[in-house]
């Protein structure tokens, strides 16, 4: 029999119609001789009440008790549909993170896949039992709960694909697929039938809110299957692969878009006193990320160097700097908010020259200011006034005609 491993959204465990609506999906997989791992993240059933009262308890409760608390969400709804499926007459069992032989570590902060032991999962699965399994937590060597945080259920699902050798990973959402652009924003969108693994990278990177950079990147390494489709319908989703199969296709195949994004600006007073390594491996100390950076040294001006950080990450980067001003060098500081970072995403970019140069000429024509650039082999990023991001993302996404039928 084959493995698949189906990882669930939230959005399917918030009522106990959705559970019983998703069981039923489960088990129409099972009925047609696959052994299927499920993958739960964590339901809004307690909402942040524990959170709540571990701070009235303590100002600084550990970091330990805390991962605890945060893992106890997604054992309630691997419990839950695990009960929904046995409803339907089949065998099911909900498992944590640790009884799934999940092994995590803590690196930098951030919690990671160290291993995962299979013989647990193959030992429920030999029993003809459906696996549920909380996502986003694990075990360490010390055997404490830790949990993996933003993209962990996704990860796991293809930790556990990668582990099993399953056949692929469903990713189900609330959208049937990957498009060519957010059809909240882009009414032209189209659902694309195959999307590469760089390509999906690079739009996960960008602000596409469907799957996970992490688990796209892991994904890509073990060379797994990844199909996003519905979790209502049954139609036929998105397949995320190495090699996407075309003859005719689009050389952009998707528009991407991230708002609240900010610009700052440092000075100095001489090019000496700049050093570009010493201000963003400070700026890294504190998990501050910075995407698009644009230094200008020109004879006779004193020399700055802007980069781009999300909305959330402004207070911080300000009291960074400000806290290590005189270690970096810098003269003076300068930011501009309300603005959006518009991207195209495309491997056919690599053997297509102009590509970005037909981008800018476009959002030229729709008197949109370009404020900064970034580019890779398959990507070019601009950053605009926030209010035009709805425009520009329209513009670029009838320039690149992604509203065509696509071969793929």
């Known amino acids: 029999m084959t493995n698949i491993v189906v990882k669930i959204d ?10 019983e609506q998703i069981a039923k999906r489960i088990v129409e997989e099972k009925k047609l001789g696959r052994n299927v791992i499920a993958v739960v993240p964590s339901m809004e059933l307690i909402d942040d009440m524990f959170l709540q009262q571990a701070y009235l308890l303590s100002d600084k409760p550990s970091k330990r008790e805390l991962h605890v608390l ?33 092994q995590t570590v803590e690196s930098n902060n951030n919690v990671l896949i160290d291993n995962i032991n299979q013989k647990f999962i193959f030992e429920r699965i030999k029993k003809g039992e459906i696996v549920i399994i909380a996502g986003s937590q694990g075990i360490d060597k010390k055997n404490d709960i830790l949990t993996l945080g933003d993209g962990g259920p996704e990860t796991i699902a293809v930790a556990i694909g990668a582990a099993i050798q399953a056949q692929r990973i ?21 659902k694309l039938k195959q999307i590469s693994y760089d390509e999906m990278l690079e739009l996960a990177n960008l602000g596409s809110q469907i799957i996970h950079p992490r688990a796209v990147e892991l994904a890509k390494r073990y060379k797994m299957p990844l ?43 001489s090019y000496e006193y700049s050093s570009l390594a010493t201000i963003f491996s400070t700026l890294a100390q504190h998990n501050i990320d910075v995407d698009i950076i644009v230094q200008a040294v020109i004879d006779g001006v004193k020399p700055t160097v802007s980069f781009s950080i999300a909305k959330g990450d402004f207070a911080e980067a300000i009291k960074v700097l400000e806290k290590n001003k005189a270690a970096l060098g810098f003269s003076f500081a300068d930011f501009e908010v309300g603005l959006a970072k518009v991207s195209i995403v495309g491997s056919g970019m690599v053997s297509n020259p102009g590509v970005a140069a037909r981008m800018f000429d476009r959002l030229r024509k729709e008197n949109i200011l370009v404020k900064m650039v970034s580019t890779s082999e398959i990507k070019v990023s601009v950053v605009v006034p926030q209010d035009e991001m709805v425009k520009a993302a329209n513009a670029l996404h009838d320039e690149f005609n992604l509203v065509e039928e696509l071969v793929n």
């Open 10 to 19: 939230s959005s399917s465990l918030s009522t106990p119609e959705k559970i």
């Open 70 to 102: 945060d893992s106890i969400n997604a054992q309630i709804a691997s419990s839950l549909l695990a009960i929904a499926v046995q409803k339907n007459g089949f065998k099911a069992i909900s498992l944590t993170g640790w009884q799934a032989g999940i």
């Open 170 to 190: 469903e990713i189900y959402t609330n959208q049937d697929g990957i498009y060519t652009a957010d059809p909240n924003i882009v009414k032209e969108a189209r």
């Open 227 to 269: 199909i996003v489709r519905s979790s209502t319908e049954n139609a036929k989703g998105t397949m995320i692969k190495g090699e996407v199969d075309m003859e005719k296709n689009l050389v952009v195949r998707g528009v991407a878009y991230e708002a609240d994004i900010i610009r700052l600006t440092v000075g100095y007073d």
